[in-house]
């Protein structure tokens, strides 16, 4: 059960199935948050990405962004926090605290699955994925663009929506790659690369949909 997890996996994913539990107890693939959690932080509660538009902290890579002139674009922990009583004590002062980080990460993938009616199976969980990388709004805008272009299905992400994209596809210094590219790189590691290694810890059949 736990081959190829490391020790912060093993350390953390009860930690992560408690909150699934709680908030998600109908979550059809739980491995996905773990590979979420993997891709945005591997495990590291400490883990920051420091950028000159962005600050990302914990396990769950929550921002606090901004503008050019350095006022705040939008702070995803004070708005989390706002928006779910269940987060009620988490602020930037506690930014790293892992009950608070793996919650919140069960409760905006939730919130993002619960708006995605429009796909299903893997495809509404890729895109699931997708929307806690970039934002809903991006992914409303890749369906957009894909239901207007040749052979895209806008119900699919693989073939379908990964193949639209309004985000810059400039490289960006600090990240490495294009946004547009960061998205589907985002949802390829996690829905493909790291989440098959989580598959028997939550029960989940190999091949499972």
């Known amino acids: 059960m736990a081959a190829g997890l490391s020790v912060g996996a093993l350390a953390l994913l009860p930690l992560l199935n408690a909150a699934a539990t709680q908030h998600w107890p109908d979550m059809p693939s739980r491995s996905v ?16 990405l420091k950028t000159s538009r962005e600050y990302g902290a914990g396990l769950g890579q929550f921002t606090k962004a901004y503008r050019a002139d350095g006022g705040v674009r939008f702070d995803a922990i004070r708005e989390m926090a706002a928006r779910h009583p269940e987060l009620r004590g988490w602020g930037w002062q506690n930014a790293f605290d892992p009950h608070y980080q793996l919650t919140a990460m069960v409760l905006k993938n939730r919130d993002n699955y619960r708006l995605i009616r429009w796909a299903e199976g893997e495809d509404r969980l890729a895109m699931m994925d997708a929307a806690y990388n970039s934002g809903f709004g991006s992914v409303l805008q890749r369906r957009r663009l894909c239901a207007n272009m040749a052979a895209c299905d806008p119900a699919r992400w693989f073939g379908g929506l990964d193949k639209a994209s309004g985000q810059s596809r400039r490289r960006r210094a600090g990240y490495g790659q294009s946004f547009a590219d960061i998205t589907n790189t985002h949802v390829r590691n996690v829905m493909v690369v790291r989440r098959v290694k989580y598959r028997s810890y939550f029960g989940e059949a190999v091949g499972s949909r």
Do not use: K
């Open 33 to 48: 948050l773990a590979a979420q959690v993997e891709q945005e932080s591997g495990w590291r509660e400490r883990a920051v």
